[in-house]
C-alpha cells in the first residue's frame, strides 16, 4: 500500500521477474538443480523473502520443488517423470 498525495492508501501491483523455465525430463543431473532465479522489480529498495506452495512444493508430493527464501532460487531436488506427473503448478511469494 502506498499513501497518495491526498492521504489515500492505494494498492500498487508488483511485477514479477520470472524468466521462461523449462525442466528436461528424467534429468540425470547433480540435485538439487537451479531452474531459476525468481525475483519482485521492488527487491532493490527492500529485503523480500520467497517461498513456493502448492504440488510438488509444500503440498504432496512435498519437496521436489524449493526455493531459497532470500536469494529466489527455485530449485528441482529429483528427476521430474512426465509419465507420472504431467506437469505442476505452483504459486511463488514473495
Do not use: C
Amino acid at each position: 500500500m502506498v499513501v497518495g498525495g491526498d492521504g489515500t492508501m492505494r494498492r500498487v501491483k508488483r511485477d514479477w521477474v520470472i524468466p521462461p523455465i523449462n525442466v528436461p525430463e528424467n534429468s540425470r543431473g547433480q540435485f538439487p538443480e537451479d531452474l531459476v532465479r525468481i525475483r519482485s522489480d521492488r527487491d532493490k529498495n527492500r529485503v523480500l523473502r520467497y517461498s513456493v506452495t502448492g504440488p510438488g512444493a509444500d503440498q504432496p508430493p512435498t519437496g521436489i520443488f524449493i526455493i531459497d527464501p532470500l536469494s529466489g532460487q527455485l530449485s528441482v531436488t529429483k528427476p521430474l517423470d512426465r509419465e507420472h506427473i504431467p506437469n505442476f503448478h505452483v504459486s511463488l511469494i514473495a
